[in-house]
């Protein structure tokens, strides 16, 4: 019995126990390896323990002053359903700011459009024959330690290669920095670029970065010299605000990027023809770029766009084509100079760029600097503005998605990415509302990216181009008749809250129009570069008088859409109505505004939708003599319901031509 017992036990042991045992000393195993066991701290370890708890670190002021720093300007739409003030405008958000969460920046990555506020301790610069995005960090980089990586940051590299256009044999020049939050490191308030034998004066405080910032090519040696003799904690708030934040390079003579500022001289000077200028740009303290407030009609009704086609503009001043006087030279200044002219003149609401906004073709090839430039007459005068891509913008240096978010970070951008799910970069939605307060949509913007090239037989070698244009794809038309189905359907014509006040305006539209009203989708436009076939298509015919509804020149040019075609024009266009009755006929998107064609600029009816070219504005696009540079012009007015379009040429007496009403009162019927 006592045996049977005993052997039983012994059985039990084995069977349970001993697999049990087993199995609790393995997992004690697994959790003094991986929990309990620290190996014996090195003083790499200890430092970068430190290095992370540094992170941390900020007095309780210094978050204080970085949040209360002066973001002027700063504005953001999240103003649609707030509460107003009594006697602000809806659409007056700019009381509100961001928050921005300083601390969760990333210290050791150059993202130089982050809203950094948090200062350098440390640059240098160095020359590297190897491209460092391709070799291990390490070769390129400045020599460091742990324990200097904790105190000062780590080497953040700037990822501009200054060397970029002093010749194929001259390696890549970099500049790093380090970046750190710890209160007890001076932070860097000053930059000056300095010849050899010279010195800043006085010379206390400032060190110099010992790599030429012209290594590696015949030139004399320029070096970068930086300030730092104070800790954030030992700075005012003014002077914390002054910090040098951020660096970035710029190539070309004109504008650096929102925020920045040049430094002179630049590391290489400009020969025309030849080479442009490489410049060192720094910025001080966080610039967030100003935001549009959201898309609004006046209160009498009035919303005005104004169309910028084909700027093509390039890193260098730009190269005259096809210009009637001469000497010409600076094209994309003088482009420039034109689009202020006439945004002054005609003082749009919204400015929209419909692609080809860079030239492409070898002569853009930093996208960041031409960015930079290209909306500055229309950001200067504060004016919100969207756009598109065309064929040209991502050619080179940068492709649509990293240009996307360059000009999303530009002031008063409207621009979106849209969904990553359907061909494009850029094709998405803005709702322009009444100015009254039931900030009523009652108008549609749509955009999409009708692409660069399409893929041909030899495009996958990666030498070639594609030798055809792009198109809007199946899933773009699936998109927009789903967005246009989403858009809610609005009493019109539309009627202002308290529109007795107004009157006149009123009683007028409802004689003209007295038993129209009606449950419909607001107007819609829409916008994009590459025309379609049917912008080539027999135009409608004026019923009244029979004459074809062509209005405006059509440039002895070629014809622009693209050979392949998803349908866009029947499957979407044609499919999208003012209303789900199958009693409406009604087209919602009325006009389709494109560029492409630089001396194209016609307006022609095909099957009730206007297919409208913009025209060339750019003196550096191609062009013809006789043909003046001009910018198409979308007048809406009585609360969307009707809408106009013309032409602003370059011709000093400001002209304006072929008035045309497209949609609305005055209109030429279905
Ligand atoms: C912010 O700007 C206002 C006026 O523009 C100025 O009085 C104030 O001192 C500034 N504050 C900081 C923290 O710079
Ligand atoms: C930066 O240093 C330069 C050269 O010493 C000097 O001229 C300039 O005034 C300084 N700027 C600031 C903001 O301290
Ligand atoms: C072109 O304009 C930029 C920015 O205004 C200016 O810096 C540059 O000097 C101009 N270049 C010429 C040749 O006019």
Redesign the pocket.
Known sequence: MVNYTCNRLLRTFRSTCAPLTVIICFSCLLTFIFILSQPSPGPGLIQRLGWQSWELVSTPDDSKASSTANHTDTTTDKGHGSNVPEGVDWWDTSTESETIDYTSLPLDKWAPLLPHDTGLSEIAVTHCVFDPDRVPEELCSPPTTKELDGIHGKWVRVDRNVNLETGYFSGYLNIYYRRTRRQDINLIANITLLPENTEPWPVEGWKRASTSLRTGWRAPPLYLWYYAVKTASQMTAEERADLITEMDVLYG???PWYGFEKLDPPTLAAEPGKVESTRIIIRRGVKIPPRAPPLHFSRDGKFKILQVADLHYSVS?GKCQNVRFSPC??S??LT?TLLSRILDAEKPDLVVFTGDQLNGQDTSWDPKSVLA?FA?SVTDRKIPWAAVFGNHDSEIGANREEQMKLMQALPYSLAERGPKDISGVGNYVLKVKSADPSKTHILTLYFLDSGSYSKGVFDWLGFFRGTEYDWIHQDQIDWFLQESSRIDPIERPFHPDGAKDLGNVWKRQDQITPDTRRLAKPNALMFFHIPLPEAYSRADRDPRTNSPLDIGIHGNEQQGSAKGNDGFFEKGLLKAMESDHVTSSTLEVKAVANGHCHITENCRRVKGIWMCFGGGGSYSGYGKIGFDRRFRVYDISNYGETITTYKRTESESDEVINKQILTGLGAVPL
Request: proline content about 0%; glycine content about 0%.
């Open positions: 003579d004109d504008v001043v030279s600076a994309d200044n420039s430039k500055r």
